[in-house]
């Protein structure tokens, strides 16, 4: 009897965490409904039909993604950036630059 009560708290425990793991990735999806939903006019269907419906929300999420990447993109750009100054930097700093734009 007392190892059916382990198991079932350590069950129990594990069930807890994996219902964690899934609320943290489910706050994630509902986030981008809610930014559609927001912003993008997915709380009303503009057009009837179901397929001009799927056409309007795989528009509105094309264009989330779209958002989505300009913006990781834009954040990479810029780390890119960094990283040549500090290359320029060193390179100046061995006096290597010099030869290296003579070629």
């Not at 807890?16 to 009303?44: M, P, Q, S, V």
């Not at 999420?61 to 750009?77: G, I, N, P």
């Amino acid at each position: 009897m007392r190892k059916k009560k382990e198991k079932l708290f350590f069950q129990r425990q594990i069930d807890e965490e994996k219902k964690r793991e899934a609320l943290l990735i489910r706050k994630r999806i509902e986030a981008k409904f809610g930014e559609a939903k927001k912003w993008h006019n997915l709380d009303r269907a503009r057009y009837r039909g179901r397929w001009k419906v799927a056409i309007q929300v795989l528009m509105a999420f094309l264009v989330t993604d779209c958002k989505r990447m300009a913006k990781l993109l834009k954040e990479r750009w810029e780390e890119f950036l960094e990283q040549l100054k500090e290359w320029e930097e060193r390179l100046k700093e061995k006096g290597n630059l010099e030869e290296i734009k003579a070629k």
